[in-house]
């Protein structure tokens, strides 16, 4: 589909589609309110703060291809408009956010919410080829601040997410929950933002320490303790032993593969899947 007949399809979904569609228990009706739970949504917070309006001009194709598939997600009933509602809500300060603890510490081992001064080591962490192996590609400096600002906006929006992992000052990488916000190729992730991924991205001379594996678990005893979540996934590239081990450590099972939607075609795409599901997860 050319680059035009995709923003058409964008101010047909938006001004047309999902308005003609509106259901009672929907929230909104209107056309600029559909847009507005889209867009935040696909760009992790209000999306004026990073997209120039119109949108339908501005938005960058992959974040707009993103978008539509969000809004026919919600017109098949694989997203929750009242959900993705509360989150922009949230960003926008219309709804108050949940209360999230500054911080959770194992020893000197902290983790926290972000700052601002984590921008500079995270795009060191996020351009060494070592620790991006196991991605398509390093993320550039821009990239990288924006993941930083999208990682602490998740709190915000959900109560929790990918927590700075800080030690003898030093600022390490993150080890966190957070919602998956689009359809995935396994079974229960076709539901947008349902399914719970455990998540970690360290600097490497943190590696071999078992930081993740401690923070993962100060991170599955909060989910557990404080959110009432105690179910998660976690995945990675096939290849990634490293993180696979981390996953075993933390008593999950593995439970198949799955080609990654947001990964190129190549020995990377192909992701192995592990689930943690008990009643109760302690530190």
């Not at 923003?7 to 209107?30: T, Y």
């Not at 989910?223 to 979540?229: D, S, V």
């Not at 933390?250 to 990964?263: D, E, Y």
Request: proline share 8%; glycine share 10%; with cysteine.
């Amino acid at each position: 589909m050319s680059e035009a007949a995709r923003r058409a399809h964008w101010r047909d979904l938006v001004e047309g589609r999902l308005p003609e569609a509106a259901r009672p228990g929907w929230p909104v009706r209107l056309d600029h309110c559909f847009a507005r739970i889209l867009l935040d949504n696909t760009c992790g917070g209000p999306w004026r703060d990073q997209i120039r309006p119109p949108a339908h001009a501005n938005m960058p194709l992959d974040r707009l291809d993103a978008a539509i598939a969000l809004g026919e997600a919600v017109l098949t009933g694989h997203a929750d408009l009242a959900f993705l509602n509360r989150r922009s809500l949230a960003w926008r300060g219309k709804i108050a956010p949940a209360a999230v603890p500054d911080a959770l510490r194992d020893g000197g081992l902290i983790l926290r919410r972000w700052r601002p001064d984590d921008t500079a080591p995270f795009a060191a962490l996020n351009a060494d080829p070592r620790v991006m192996a196991h991605f398509p590609r390093p993320r550039t400096e821009a990239e990288s601040a924006a993941e930083a600002r999208s990682c602490d906006l998740r709190f915000v929006a959900d109560g929790f997410g990918p927590w700075a992992v800080e030690q003898g000052g030093r600022f390490l990488g993150f080890v966190g929950a957070f919602r998956i916000m689009r359809a995935m190729p396994f079974p229960g992730g076709e539901q947008i933002g349902a399914t719970i991924e455990l998540g970690w991205r360290l600097a490497r001379d943190a590696w071999g320490r078992g930081i993740a594996t401690r923070a993962a678990r100060l991170t599955l005893a909060d989910l557990a303790g404080r959110c009432g979540i105690r179910a998660v996934v976690a995945y990675t590239a096939a290849g990634n032993d490293r993180s696979r081990a981390v996953m075993e450590r933390l008593g999950m099972v593995p439970s198949g593969t799955f080609p990654h939607p947001a990964v190129p075609d190549g020995p990377l795409r192909t992701h192995r899947l592990y689930r943690l599901e008990r009643a109760e997860v302690t530190a």
